[in-house]
Each structure stands twice: as C-alpha cells, then as structure tokens.
C-alpha cells in the first residue's frame, strides 16, 4: 500500500450561473463515485457507476443539449462536468486508446455538439443515460483508487477527481496538448415555418431559438515525458463538433409574404 500514490488530480470550475438543480446532480454524481475502487480488468463505465438519472435516485432538473440543438431541462442533466473531470483526471493517468498498452485504455468517449465552458476543446466526455457513456479499461495490475469532490472557494465551485494508484514506470509523467486544426462557420441561418402556432408569431415576427455555433476539429495529443529521455508526443483523439445554424422560426404568414416578396423580385430582375 505504501506503494500507491497520486497519479493525477484533474480540477473545473462550475459556471456561475450553475442552476440549484445543476449543482444537485453535479454533487449526486460524485458522491456515487467517492471512494470506488476500480480493481485491474475492471471496467470503468459512468453510466453504470452512477446510475440512473432519476428522482427517486436523487436528481433533480439541469440543463443538457437536446436533439434540436438546443440547451433544455432533464432530470440529471449537467453531470457531464464529472465525466469530462474523470475523462481528463485519466488522461493524466496514462489512459489512451485501445490497443496503446496504457495503464487505462479509453473504450468510449464521445464530445459534446459543441465545446465545453469548462475545459479546453477536444477535452470533454459527454454522457447521457442509458445510451451515451464513458468507459474505460484498467490496463494495470493493480487497482487505481478514486477520489471525488465538491468545494466551494468564495463564491466559486470547483469539481475534483483524484486517482490514486502505481504511479506510471520510469517516474514518467503525462501533459496534455490541443490543436485547432480546423474552424467551421455556421453558414446562414435557418429559417423554420411555425405550423403549430408554438410561439404565436406575428406577421413579420422571428423568434430565434437557437443561435449560430462554429464548428470545429481538434487534435489532442498526450505527451509522454520520462528522465533522461526525448519527450513521446502522440495524437490521442480527434474531436469534430458541427456547425450548427442559428434557427428562428416565422409564422405560415410571414413564409408566405416573403415567398411572395422573391417571386416579385425575380419577375422585376
């Protein structure tokens, strides 16, 4: 035992805006996760670990993504924060993909739509459950130990992951890298026809409802350092978020006068 050791301590920082509920499911998440053991051969998956977002589970409503792109309210929502904490706690670890010979090798790990407030692009490990997840191998011999926290400074909350564990051989240490490879803008935006009266438009109304986000390819890489030796740099992953179209919705009225408005001025052209 005297052997284990911290191998990485990874820490972010809540938004101030977090909402009562957010920061409730934040705190649920971590409390399932405080204290596990992940013994060698183990799997580690999130969605399992935590378990089920519901109510009667402890959790209450926090934003999320949902399928039109859109921030909404779901029970659960906004414990990707933990994941992505975990994701990065890991990485410093050793964790790579399958197949490298990591200490922990990453089996899924998906990004968000868009980039995370909270961490650097390319950095992020969304979960949803049951369908979306984060998993990892232990690759070791011997158990990592995992610690989780919540910690308020001031008028701040911070989420932290420990690991502790073998240390990694040849008292070899791990950095993080990322690179924007590539920047995508959104185009213009897309204009939605309101058949079912949702937003009681008027005539010549918009009502946007979700606004224009770059899109995005990132390199991540993990730099592998060990006395004596040239640093090992290697591409990790590659992470794309799409671009995505501000989207403002018009009433049937409104389509019709402008469809109306370019018929006009194609005939006078």
């Not at 998993?135 to 502790?164: A, C, Q, W």
Request: glycine share 6%.
């Amino acid at each position: 035992e005297k052997q284990y050791q911290l191998c990485s301590t990874f820490t972010t920082e809540l938004s101030a805006y977090s909402s009562a509920g957010r920061i409730q499911n934040i705190t649920r998440a971590l409390e399932a996760l405080d204290n596990r053991v992940w013994m060698p051969g183990e799997v580690f998956s999130f969605n399992q670990w935590v378990g089920a977002r519901t109510v009667e589970n402890g959790f209450g409503l926090g934003v999320f993504i949902n399928e039109d792109q859109q921030y909404d309210e779901t029970v659960g929502g906004g414990i990707c924060q933990v994941s992505t904490t975990i994701y990065y706690s890991a990485l410093l670890a050793g964790a790579n993909s399958v197949g490298r010979n990591a200490p922990i090798e990453i089996i899924e790990r998906r990004p968000h739509t868009w980039p995370s407030v909270y961490i650097a692009r390319g950095l992020d490990a969304t979960v949803s459950w049951p369908h979306t997840d984060l998993k990892m191998y232990n690759n070791n011999h011997t158990p990592y130990f995992m610690n989780t926290d919540i910690v308020r400074k001031g008028s701040k909350l911070y989420v932290t992951v420990e690991f502790y564990g073998m240390p990694l051989p040849n008292g070899a240490t791990v950095r993080i890298e990322t690179e924007t490879i590539q920047e995508i803008a959104p185009g213009e935006a897309e204009y939605i026809v309101d058949t079912k009266n949702k937003y009681n438009l008027a005539l010549n109304q918009e009502k946007q409802v979700s606004e224009a986000r770059t899109g995005y390819t990132v390199n991540v890489y993990q730099i592998w350092n060990e006395p004596g030796k040239e640093p090992v740099k290697s591409l990790l992953t590659v992470s794309k978020y799409e671009p995505i179209k501000a989207k403002i919705y018009i009433s049937p009225e409104t389509y019709a006068l402008r469809q109306q408005q370019a018929a006009q001025n194609t005939l006078t052209a």
